[in-house]
């Protein structure tokens, strides 16, 4: 027996290999016709042995308490949508699994819930903008801003981690460049700083060009990859996402 939420945030009971509906005190079977109800006194639940819905669908269970748990998740914790989908589909039968939504589909769910939930509304002055505990820190819990000026006319702030700083100290070389086209509005510009280690871009550059040349799926994500650049900017992330998750494991380096 287990209550959770449906998508829409109604109460739904999972009893015996059947879902049901709050419908006040009683508990209605979600199929259309079906006759089946079951009620709560306190602390169990039974079906009415006189209102007993016709087949379970045990796989239909799964996915509904599947897709419970990747929205929890996803609203709760801070876990990639990677990590949080592949614990979720561990608990999966292998009937289920078969039935069981794609994976792009149950990321755009994370990502939805995510992006409401999470993400302020775009400010308008300079003075809107408090940057939210949630986004000082890195994913590793790292402070991540570095500098506030905290001016309203002339708003500067800087990016960067402690572990990302001592990465930068320790470059021979760094390339730094402003761009207008991606800063946020009110901005003029972003300017990044970027770092390589002596040794290590060379091999990846000549391993890279084998890959474009000779692998579909490789030279497709490169492609799109580039194509970032022309995208608007609050897409970028959730579009670099969705092209990592399509790009064959060579480019990570496996
Ligand atoms: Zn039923």
Known sequence: MSLIKSSKGNDRLLLDGFRYRRERTVWRCVK??????ARSDGNTFKMYQDRVCQASDPDEIEKALFNYE?????AECHASPRLIIHEA???LSSDAAITNPQYNASQRVIQRIRRDE??????KTFADIVIVLNFQITITNEKFILYDNN???RRLLIFASKEQLGFLNQCESWHCDGTFAVAPKMFEQM???????????LPLEIHLKKEFLENDVSRRTMKNLAALSF???QNVIEEFVRIK???SDVLDGK
């Open 32 to 37: 259309d016709k079906c006759k089946g109800r």
């Open 89 to 91: 589909r561990f608990k």
């Open 151 to 153: 001016d309203d006319n």
């Open 191 to 201: 300017y990044s700083v970027h770092g390589s280690i002596r040794g290590k871009s």
């Open 70 to 74: 990747i929205r929890t998740k996803a």
């Open 231 to 233: 995208i608007p900017p």
């Open 245 to 247: 998750e399509n790009a």
């Open 118 to 123: 999470n993400i302020p509304s775009e400010p």
